[in-house]
């Protein structure tokens, strides 16, 4: 896939590094972090969520969408 890269992992890092986003590489084609990515952005949500008091720890995914990964159901 490095002969079809747009966009190099260290100017995809500095670009997210600068606007105060995470970086994470992923590929479809190879399924190369894509679960990680989408689990990551579920995190960081909920965290934010219960930090700010808009949901409870039993309104929370996060566990739900790891116990289904480790099922092998995502």
Do not use: H, P, W
């Not at 260290?10 to 997210?16: C, D, R």
């Amino acid at each position: 896939l490095q002969d079809k890269r747009e966009v190099s992992k260290e100017m995809g890092s500095n670009l997210a590094t600068k606007n105060g986003f995470i970086f994470m590489e992923t590929s479809c084609e190879d399924n190369y972090n894509v679960s990680d990515a989408f689990e990551t952005i579920i995190e960081m949500t909920n965290t934010d969520m219960l930090k700010r008091g808009k949901i409870n720890k039993k309104q929370s995914n996060l566990q739900n969408v790891k116990k289904l990964r480790e099922e092998g159901k995502l």
